[in-house]
T-cell receptor
Framework: DQQVKQNSPSLSVQEGRISILNCDYT??????FLWYKKYPAEGPTFLIS?????DKNEDGRFTVFLNKSAKHLSLHIVPSQPGDSAVYFC??????????FGTGTSLTVIP | SAVISQKPSRDICQRGTSLTIQCQVD?????MFWYRQQPGQSLTLIAT?????????ESGFVIDKFPISRPNLTFSTLTVSNMSPEDSSIYLC?????????????FGPGTRLLVL
């Protein structure tokens, strides 16, 4: 059973606009969430994380929002750049235990 | 889709010993990958393991230290040999499933290793 879901397999956004990638989870015990970016033929790269005690974490153009009541997190990229085109994975863990990954959303930023 | 299980989920090991991590997939897949995530760092690809061929190791990783087996299309093992505290990490296996022209990557739950 997929405990972390990314329901949009792909997303296209115009350069300069906002990209919003969504992630839903089912386990209310998850307390740490991460976003990874993956280019073709490379391993995923850590992007940003958030713990359950916060509802927002910002790092430059990247902001992650956590809505615990809805069991939903989102990654906002603004402004989007062509170099942001990649596959984005969200992941979650509970009390430092196992990771659960979503299946990824492929983002294309159109110049 | 693909459901991946890993054994063990976590272990505490003594320096100088070896640990073999198993990765089982519920469907046949050609490409399997082994990753390591050290504390505070990104996932790092260790090697690609395709059934019927030798594993391909990334720069900085060698077969003597991380021998990999891939006996069939649903199973792989990664051994961490002659462990040192620097090997303390989370080890994840991953598979890539091709459906039509779309590739989707799935990750296992990870094996949390602590070397004392």
């Amino acid at each position: 059973d997929q405990q972390v879901k990314q329901n949009s397999p792909s997303l296209s956004v115009q350069e300069g606009r906002i990209s919003i990638l969504n992630c839903d989870y089912t386990n209310s015990m998850f307390d740490y969430f991460l976003w990874y970016k993956k280019y073709p033929a490379e391993g995923p790269t850590f992007l940003i994380s958030i713990s359950s005690i916060k509802d927002k974490n910002e790092d430059g153009r990247f902001t992650v929002f956590l809505n615990k009541s809805a069991k939903h997190l989102s990654l906002h990229i603004v402004p989007s750049q062509p170099g942001d085109s990649a596959v984005y994975f969200c992941a979650a863990s509970a009390a430092g235990n196992q990771f659960y990954f979503g299946t990824g959303t492929s983002l294309t930023v159109i110049p | 889709s693909a459901v991946i299980s890993q054994k063990p989920s976590r272990d505490i090991c003594q320096r100088g010993t070896s640990l073999t991590i198993q990765c089982q997939v519920d469907s046949q897949v050609t490409m399997m990958f082994w990753y390591r995530q050290q504390p505070g760092q990104s996932l790092t690809l260790i090697a690609t393991a395709n059934q019927g061929s030798e594993a391909t190791y990334e720069s900085g990783f060698v077969i003597d230290k991380f021998p990999i087996s891939r006996p069939n299309l649903t199973f792989s093992t990664l051994t961490v040999s002659n462990m040192s505290p620097e090997d303390s990490s989370i080890y994840l296996c991953s598979v890539e499933v091709l459906a039509g022209r779309k590739e989707t990557q799935y990750f296992g739950p990870g094996t949390r290793l602590l070397v004392l």
